[in-house]
């Protein structure tokens, strides 16, 4: 017999070995025998002669089926093998002109074998089979059927979309052998029955993808534009030419919007309704919002530039889920400062513009009504917690105080959540502990806070930080009901969403600014002592680098206000004189640091520093951006088993897009954020990349 590689082979030579059906099969003939046997014997005990007859015939059958069976049994056999030789050969025929692309893969992901669709579709040769990985890049090791049986990715190769699904095959399974047979036998330890293969079939999803894509595409989506500062912006205008203004940027909006065929409705002075098709959304965020910049480009005698606030809904099969959704994005643009456009969907949210530090408005309105709106949550209220960020700075403890000044105004029992006294922090923390003025149970650790809301109806107010994931006992913000946030820095997807009282205003310089222009509507009877006018002027003195950065008219305003109560700025200065140490360190941070790409100043705080190496890492970057060329700085500090990292800029380089890209926050010129379970080295990584990304998409220029 000739094998399928040409070989002749001496079917006498071979065991033959049968098993299941087959092995029934071939036996007949033994079990008839036997059956014939036992009726021989029977007869005798019927009748002799009849008895004598069968067992002729029993002798005469037996010599038949003995003969057939050893006589045609390899001849049996080599029609089974050439058989199953020709329809293991019409298999792979069949596999090798199958339309499909099929490819086997060992363990590692190696190709063994494809048929020519495969080769066709992915472009190569046998020779050039390799691991799936270098063919295509999307199936990592990770994604290969290691532990689970079947995995399916989809993949984009030579403008056709193709579901690649992958099943792991064992060769328990190629063997088909019952589990006695693999545990003995001349073989059974030649073959590894817990290796596998894997098998990669490519079905094309092309045409099903694109429709999907047309049937998105055709979708309504809803849009918001607020107009962030018509009033402002109008008092800078001539009287006789302010309606030829808004005339101007009614015209602006309504011709971006009808190069997309979109209706825009306008619903009062300053706020417009979109309605449109997401294909055109799309392209809208493609081009980045080119309305942002055009509106504040339009120039007709006004001082100050108009700018927009932009929140589109989509991804909802409902409209009226769409339009929840662009209400929730225009809050979240407003939130962050406006000027920008975000889109949020059901899935994520996506941000454009908000380059630039927007102006604050000068006028005090909103100050007023959220201050009375703060003295009736407080007024009924029996105990108030207050709450910052995790490492309290001094902008936190500032405002902490003048909250608890508020508090302690309506005769309510305050506490203020301090867990670990930086040096930032120690001197302020000091000067309040032993005045006298003050309960000495004021300041407690977060342990002690949750016992207090656990035990009572508490109202927290959080200050300082609109994060959950970074506030300083993220448990009180599930054990008060009554939440109250006051912060300045921008406002993120992540956000406090269950607060009775949002008030957050990124125009303003400081948490401790807001808080001074509350103390001056909340109450006549406010009696705001000189150690505290002291904290709250510290706070805004420190987020204002000596009111260098983000001040306006209300930070001075503000500032005045405190001074007028009793606050030193020769004795805040004081406070906040760097040790030895300290200088040392930021001296030591500044030094070592790197420059990338020219621009980018990064640094890392040496693992010496024991006491308060976050708030030395802060100072460092502010130092960092003293140096000439330096746009923008990043210090990394490791603490506590986590990555923090301190980014500063001037003026171009927006700091808090790049720090939302790794989990935080903050303002333009001024974020941060904190890593887990990652390496100074890793972070750093991470960070290029992020700035490497916005420069592609022209974030960062």
């Given at each position: 017999?000739?094998?399928?590689?040409?070989?002749?082979?001496?079917?006498?030579?071979?065991?033959?070995?049968?098993?299941?059906?087959?092995?029934?099969?071939?036996?007949?003939?033994?079990?008839?025998?036997?059956?014939?046997?036992?009726?021989?014997?029977?007869?005798?005990?019927?009748?002799?002669?009849?008895?004598?007859?069968?067992?002729?015939?029993?002798?005469?059958?037996?010599?038949?089926?003995?003969?057939?069976?050893?006589?045609?049994?390899?001849?049996?056999?080599?029609e089974l093998v050439s058989f199953a030789t020709q329809y293991g050969q019409i298999q792979k025929q069949l596999l090798m002109d199958l339309e499909i692309p099929y490819a086997l893969l060992d363990e590692a992901g190696k190709i063994i074998w494809a048929n020519d669709a495969f080769e066709k579709t992915?472009?190569?040769?046998?020779?050039?089979?390799?691991?799936?990985?270098?063919?295509?890049?999307?199936?990592?090791?990770?994604?290969?059927?290691?532990?689970?049986?079947?995995?399916?990715?989809?993949?984009?190769?030579?403008?056709?979309?193709?579901?690649?699904?992958?099943?792991?095959?064992?060769?328990?399974?190629?063997?088909?052998?019952?589990?006695?047979?693999?545990?003995?036998?001349d073989e059974a330890g030649s073959?590894?029955?817990?290796?596998?293969?894997?098998?990669?079939?490519?079905?094309?999803?092309?045409?099903?993808?694109?429709?999907?894509?047309?049937?998105?595409?055709?979708?309504?989506?809803?849009?918001?534009?607020?107009?962030?500062?018509y009033d402002e912006a109008l008092e800078s205008v001539d009287e006789a030419r302010r309606s030829l203004?808004?005339?101007?940027?009614?015209?602006?909006?309504?011709?971006?919007?009808?190069?997309?065929?979109?209706?825009?409705?306008?619903?009062?002075?300053?706020?417009?309704?979109?309605?449109?098709?997401?294909?055109?959304?799309?392209?809208?965020?493609?081009?980045?919002?080119?309305?942002?910049?055009?509106?504040?480009?339009?120039?007709?005698?006004?001082?100050?530039?108009?700018?927009?606030?932009?929140?589109?809904?989509?991804?909802?099969?409902?409209?009226?889920?769409?339009?929840?959704?662009?209400?929730?994005?225009?809050?979240?643009?407003?939130?962050?400062g406006g000027d920008q456009a975000i889109i949020k969907t059901d899935e994520?949210?996506?941000?454009?513009?908000?380059?630039?530090?927007?102006?604050?408005?000068?006028?005090?309105?909103?100050?007023?009504?959220?201050?009375?709106?703060?003295?009736?949550?407080?007024?009924?209220?029996?105990?108030?917690?207050?709450?910052?960020?995790?490492?309290?700075?001094?902008?936190?403890f500032g405002s902490s105080i003048g909250i608890y000044r508020v508090?302690?105004?309506?005769?309510?029992k305050v506490n203020i959540v301090v867990d670990e006294v930086t040096t930032s922090i120690r001197s302020m923390l000091e000067m309040i502990s032993k005045d006298g003025?003050?309960?000495?149970?004021?300041?407690?650790?977060?342990?002690?806070?949750?016992?207090?809301?656990?035990?009572?109806?508490?109202?927290?107010?959080?200050?300082?930080?609109?994060?959950?994931?970074?506030?300083?006992?993220?448990?009180?913000?599930?054990?008060?009901?009554?939440?109250v946030v006051l912060d300045h820095h921008r406002q993120g997807s992540e956000k406090i969403e269950n607060a009775t009282l949002s008030y957050i205003e990124p125009y303003a310089s400081s948490a401790s600014e807001m808080v001074s222009e509350v103390l001056q509507y909340i109450s006549?009877?406010?009696?705001?002592?000189?150690?505290?006018?002291?904290?709250?002027?510290?706070?805004?003195?420190?987020?204002?680098?000596?009111f260098m950065t983000k001040t306006g008219v209300r930070t001075f305003e503000a500032a005045a206000y405190l001074r007028k109560n009793g606050a030193d700025v020769t004795r805040v200065r004081k406070m906040f004189r760097d040790d030895v140490a300290s200088y040392k360190a930021k001296a030591e941070i500044v030094s070592n640091a790197e420059i990338y790409d020219g621009a980018f100043a990064m640094a890392q705080t040496p693992d010496t520093i024991v006491d308060s190496p976050t708030i030395i890492g802060a100072e460092a970057a502010n130092e960092l951006l003293n140096i000439n060329g330096i746009r923008a700085s990043f210090v990394f500090t490791m603490h506590q088993g986590e990555v923090f990292i301190s980014a500063r800029s001037i003026d171009d380089v927006n700091v808090q897009v790049i720090m939302e890209q790794l989990g935080g926050g903050g303002h333009m010129n001024s974020a941060g954020t904190q890593l887990e379970n990652t390496t100074i080295e890793e972070a750093k990584k991470a960070l290029i990349d992020v700035i490497v990304q916005l420069k592609e998409k022209g974030e960062i220029r």
């Open positions: 017999m000739y094998l399928s590689d040409g070989r002749e082979t001496d079917m006498s030579n071979i065991n033959i070995r049968y098993k299941g059906e087959i092995r029934k099969y071939i036996m007949w003939p033994v079990w008839m025998t036997l059956l014939v046997g036992i009726f021989a014997v029977g007869m005798f005990f019927i009748d002799v002669r009849a008895g004598i007859g069968a067992t002729i015939f029993f002798a005469v059958y037996a010599g038949v089926a003995c003969f057939l069976y050893l006589h045609d049994r390899n001849t049996v056999f080599r992915m472009d190569i040769t046998r020779k050039k089979y390799g691991s799936i990985t270098n063919v295509i890049p999307e199936i990592t090791n990770e994604k290969l059927p290691n532990v689970e049986h079947e995995t399916e990715i989809v993949i984009a190769v030579n403008g056709h979309d193709f579901r690649a699904s992958m099943n792991k095959v064992t060769m328990k399974d190629l063997m088909d052998r019952p589990e006695e047979d693999m545990q003995t036998g073959v590894d029955y817990d290796s596998y293969l894997i098998a990669l079939y490519m079905f094309d999803i092309s045409e099903v993808s694109s429709l999907s894509r047309q049937i998105e595409e055709q979708k309504t989506v809803c849009g918001l534009i607020y107009m962030d500062n203004a808004v005339a101007l940027i009614d015209r602006q909006i309504n011709k971006y919007f009808s190069k997309v065929d979109a209706i825009v409705k306008k619903l009062e002075k300053d706020k417009f309704l979109v309605v449109m098709k997401r294909k055109e959304l799309d392209a809208m965020a493609e081009g980045r919002f080119a309305i942002l910049d055009e509106v504040k480009n339009a120039n007709i005698g006004n001082e100050l530039a108009f700018s927009l606030s932009i929140g589109f809904g989509a991804g909802s099969d409902s409209l009226l889920q769409n339009y929840e959704y662009a209400r929730t994005a225009i809050d979240l643009a407003l939130g962050r994520e949210i996506s941000y454009f513009g908000g380059k630039r530090e927007v102006t604050g408005k000068n006028t005090r309105v909103k100050a007023r009504v959220k201050a009375h709106a703060l003295r009736e949550i407080i007024e009924n209220s029996d105990h108030i917690v207050i709450m910052g960020h995790k490492i309290l700075d001094v902008d936190a508090a302690r105004t309506f005769n309510k003025k003050h309960d000495p149970s004021l300041f407690v650790s977060r342990e002690e806070a949750v016992e207090i809301a656990s035990a009572s109806d508490c109202t927290l107010v959080v200050v300082d930080v609109n994060k959950p994931s970074f506030t300083g006992c993220p448990p009180l913000l599930d054990l008060c009901h009554t939440i006549d009877r406010v009696d705001l002592t000189a150690n505290e006018a002291d904290c709250l002027y510290g706070g805004m003195m420190i987020d204002t680098n000596n």
